[in-house]
Nanobody, 129 residues
């Protein structure tokens, strides 16, 4: 079993920054490096949408178009933690942000929520105008 715990959400003004963290734990997650990690978000009344993902090596990152150039995903394998640095925040970034993970046991669509096996409880990000 894998446990994911997000933190770092909060209220920020438009143009501001936040850094989200996702701490991973669990017996099957001990290697950590064999999991792709992703961030998704869900605003009220909307479907959950892909934000960013990072492969086990950390060399490959993927971003949704609305956040390209503003958000950066990274991971610290020694700490079993993945981060989402969010800059130039906009009111439309307001959502609950979820951390997710899947074991890289074959090709998967990293931008599809159904590819992910494990999810955190979410952290609220609110951007005021």
């Amino acid at each position: 079993q894998v446990q994911l715990v997000e933190s770092g959400g909060g209220l920020v003004q438009a143009g501001g920054s936040l850094r989200l963290s996702c701490a991973a734990s669990g017996r099957t997650f001990s290697s950590f490096s064999s999991y792709t990690m992703g961030w998704f978000r869900q605003a009220p009344g909307k479907e959950r949408e892909f934000v960013a993902a990072i492969t086990w090596s950390g060399r490959n990152t993927y971003y949704a178009d609305p956040v390209k150039g503003r958000f950066t995903i990274s991971r610290d394998r020694a700490k079993n933690t993945v981060y989402l640095q969010m800059n130039s925040l906009k009111p439309e970034d307001t959502a609950v942000y979820y951390c997710a993970a899947f074991m890289e046991d074959g090709p998967r669509d990293r931008s599809w929520f159904g590819s992910y096996d494990y999810w955190g409880q979410g952290t609220q990000v609110t951007v005021s105008s």
